[in-house]
């Protein structure tokens, strides 16, 4: 037998075509106020996430981004300082670091706790090119790295003094 209200076959009694009526209760819906107070921290929220927080740099992340070296040792690093751009990415999963030093690939855990940030044990290829003083120097920031700082949209790196080591960019997307 059907009722005139909305209904769905019994499951319990197969297709003998019993029907039970399907019960449609309003919700009471919240005033106004709170759901846009539920909206905006939401939002908030969301955004608070998407900026990966970060204790020294206006809450912009520095992990799982490609970095570009634009500065070294307070001076400009040439943009052809050889065959590949010195780079690091730090990847947030594994704690790994990687990158180029320009000439070489290198591969390491990194260890981050808070604006402290070191490279304890860093591995590199070992193949010889033109830009080797700015591969030696960049390898050798990595090592006297003990903090990280943003400015703007720049990362840098700092010595147990404070003393700027390098300074990088986020790479160009290919």
Partial sequence: ???????????????????LPIAFSRRPRRPRRARTASALALATGLLACASGGSASGGGAAIEDVAWRLVALDAGPVAPDAGPRAPTLTLESASRRAFGSGGCNRFTGGYERDGASLRFPALAATKMACDAMATE?????????????????????LLDADGALLAAFAPAAAP
């Fill in 1 to 19: 037998m059907r009722s005139s209200t909305c209904s769905t076959p019994d499951p319990r009694q197969g297709n003998r075509g019993r029907w």
């Fill in 136 to 156: 030696t120097a960049f390898f050798a920031a990595l090592d006297r790295t003990r903090s990280w700082r943003r400015a703007g949209d720049r990362l840098e």
